[in-house]
């Protein structure tokens, strides 16, 4: 990163939180009747930037049906917005009510965590030359075509012949992003990534406050999120960029919801839930369907425990908000649902079949392994095992599930962990394309709000001071030791197989840029991923997004393509992951792809370097770190140039939930 952008870094930021701040300001004035701590400025900056962040989000489905770019939309709204609060604050001369002061430490905290966390991010992720995983090479391609059209197109054209109807929230915030700090493509989803995942910390300590009111039970949960669960932590060496954009959101959709049930109608609160629901539609459909969960059990939660609730104001204001946030959605949802009909149903797994077989092999094991590291050190002398972090932090979210669950303040949160864990299991009903491991992985959200609760019980004030002034020593103490376990065990959370690029694949991508011919094909590696699907397996599978070349492979979102595009795109991968040298398969995939150049990185996929010594037809071109390129020197081997796997018109087959 340049000098120029790491000044611009924090600016960007600033600016992209002043929608959110314009909009949170003209709504203080509900808050005190809402029922919401207006005092508490961690809640406020979480609030501003979720909103923010939505309001960015609309803002890019708008540049799609109106042919606006994102920075227009951006500044036109943000204009309108201060001029809302000039009118209302400045020229009538009205002031917000005053907040009462809170306590110093408390208000504090968190912004202390939210510094440190965010260091913590960026040391996690500080090897990474590009973002790791599969999900990062799409995000950077989709960041990267915003950019090129000033807004979101309609097909991934010119790089495959595919259809946009993913969920690009988070890409249209990243792009805005690039654009004021100058960032590439790539650097703007790492940083900004970072940024989201510390994000999600300062979302449930909002989340906590919205159900507790309750300073410490709020800050204990952010702690824990941030520096003790391996989730989400884990989602930088996925490059789950998208889900981590939605659990920001839904942590204070959800906060906005039990705002407006426990305070009654407040205008505000309307506006506040419409809009972050409107942009979690936009962000992530996972995220989107756990919100419905939940207001779901928000709502029958009320009913049995208020008589007439769905004749009160309150669950007006909720459906108000929640129904104006989809409406608002609608138009992108609409589009969602015309390409991806085919894909949403119900699987259902018995209890008596085998998951290796409903899933794959060891899916158990796997669902079990993402929610950290279940055993710790074996005991000497035994074959017993201490237990790991994983089973420490999610045991003390079931404890404070089964121990103080039934509390009225905790009830929706513990009915909706209920509801959320039997979807997550293997076996029952699952709603696709969501699988288990979804849910899964999401855990950590329930679970550190209950951990937190029954962590700090104890400290509830009808136990004489003396007692009290003991267990928040211990209590310090056991934070501060599971902050060091759980820091001690995430600070190389970068998992080395997910890593497809190294410095050498970064060096070799810009000589591409610079040396080579904007329409050349290179033909790149190729593994079995998931699914049926295949995956790239080196920097040749970062080409496109990097320099706009195509590659035999497009990213994985070539699965929502049209079904022969597709098919024919997973054959000649399938193909070529066992190719081993240069013989008939390897001329027929550069005749069938319209390859110009063969990309190799050395020790990665079937086909090495060594294997091409000499081949007759293909000539070295570069060589450097691991990295060798290869032109297709001979027409013969180009046959008729049948034009390349990125070239054709779009339809669709997939829905993405990474």
């Known amino acids: 990163m340049s000098p120029l952008s790491a000044l611009l870094v924090p600016l960007a930021l600033l600016a992209l939180l002043l929608p959110g701040l314009v909009l949170e300001r003209v709504a203080a004035r509900g808050d005190r009747q809402a029922g919401r701590s207006i005092a508490d400025p961690s809640a406020r900056l979480a609030d501003a930037y979720g909103v923010g962040f939505a309001l960015v989000a609309v803002g890019g489905m708008l540049t799609f049906y109106l042919r606006l770019s994102v920075p227009v939309i951006w500044i ?9 609060w000039l ?40 090897e990474l030359v590009l973002p790791a995983w599969v999900d990062s090479v799409h995000h950077t391609l989709l960041v990267r075509l915003l950019l090129e059209n000033g807004g979101l197109p309609r097909t991934l054209e010119p790089y495959m012949p595919v259809p946009l109807y993913y969920h690009a929230g988070f890409h249209t915030n990243t792009a805005l992003f690039a654009a004021l700090t100058g960032l590439a493509p790539d650097r703007a989803v790492l940083i900004f990534g970072q940024i989201l995942n510390s994000a999600v910390a300062l979302g449930v300590y909002r989340l906590g406050r919205a159900l507790w009111r309750d300073g410490p039970r709020a800050l204990v949960a952010m702690l824990l999120v941030g520096f003790c669960f391996q989730m989400p932590a884990y989602y930088l060496t996925w490059g789950r960029y998208t889900l981590l954009a939605g659990v920001f959101l839904l942590t204070l959709a959800m906060s906005a919801a039990l705002e407006l049930v426990r305070g009654g109608v407040d205008r505000a609160g309307i506006v506040r839930l419409g809009v972050l629901t409107a942009g979690l539609f936009l ?49 992108w949802l609409v589009r ?34 993402l ?60 709603l696709a394309p969501f699988r288990p491991d979804h849910g899964v992985i999401l855990a950590f959200l329930p679970a550190s709000l ?97 320099t706009g070349r195509a590659t035999s492979l497009p990213p994985a979102l070539y699965l929502s393509g049209k079904r022969e595009y597709v098919l024919t795109l997973l054959d000649r991968a399938r193909r070529m992951s066992a190719v081993e040298d240069c013989g008939d398969e390897l001329r027929a995939l550069i005749e069938e792809t319209g390859a110009t150049h063969v990309y190799l990185h050395q020790g990665r996929g ?47 087959s997939r829905l993405g939930t990474d």
């Open 283 to 331: 962000t992530h459909y996972l995220a989107a369907a756990l919100l419905l969960l939940f207001l779901g059990v928000l709502v029958l939660e009320r009913v049995f425990a208020e008589k007439g609730f769905l004749r009160t104001g309150s669950f007006k204001a909720l459906l108000a908000g929640a129904a104006g946030g989809g409406l608002c959605a609608l138009p």
């Open 606 to 652: 079937s086909l090495q370097p060594a294997s091409l010594a000499g081949c007759a037809g293909l000539r070295p071109v570069y060589a450097g770190e691991g990295v060798f390129i290869f032109e297709v020197g001979d027409d013969a081997w180009r046959g008729s140039r049948i034009p390349g796997p990125n070239k054709g018109s779009p339809t669709h």
């Open 336 to 369: 969602v649902l015309a390409y991806s009909t085919d894909l949403v149903g119900l699987d259902v797994v018995l209890p008596g079949e085998s998951l290796d077989e409903a899933y794959y092999a060891g899916y158990l094991d796997y669902l079990l392994g």
């Open 450 to 546: 209950l951990a937190a609760d029954v962590l700090v019980s104890p400290l509830d004030p009808d136990r004489p001071r003396r007692v009290r002034g003991v267990l928040a020593g211990l209590l310090v103490a056991a934070l501060l030791g599971l902050a060091m376990w759980g820091v001690s065990g995430t600070v190389e959370i970068v998992n080395p197989g997910t890593v497809l690029a190294d410095a050498g694949d970064v060096a070799a991508l810009a000589w591409i840029e610079e040396n080579t011919p904007e329409e050349a094909v290179f033909l790149v590696n190729t593994t079995y991923w998931q699914g049926g699907a295949y995956r790239g397996v080196d920097g040749g599978w970062w080409i496109t997004p990097q």
């Open 87 to 126: 009118v209302r604050d400045g020229i009538t001369g009205k002031s917000a009510e005053r907040e009462e002061p809170g306590r110093v430490l408390l208000d504090v905290a968190p912004f202390i965590l939210l510094t440190v966390l965010l260091v913590l991010r960026f040391i996690q992720a500080r």
């Open 76 to 84: 036109a709204g943000l204009l309108a917005l201060t001029a809302v």
């Open 371 to 430: 929610l950290g590291p279940l055993n710790g050190p074996r005991i000497p002398g035994t074959d017993l095992a201490l237990p790991g972090r994983g089973l420490v932090l999610h045991g003390l979210g079931l404890a404070g599930l089964v121990l103080i669950g039934w509390r009225r303040e905790v009830r929706p949160l513990a009915l909706y962990a209920l509801a959320a864990g039997l979807l997550s299991l293997p076996w029952g009903v699952n």
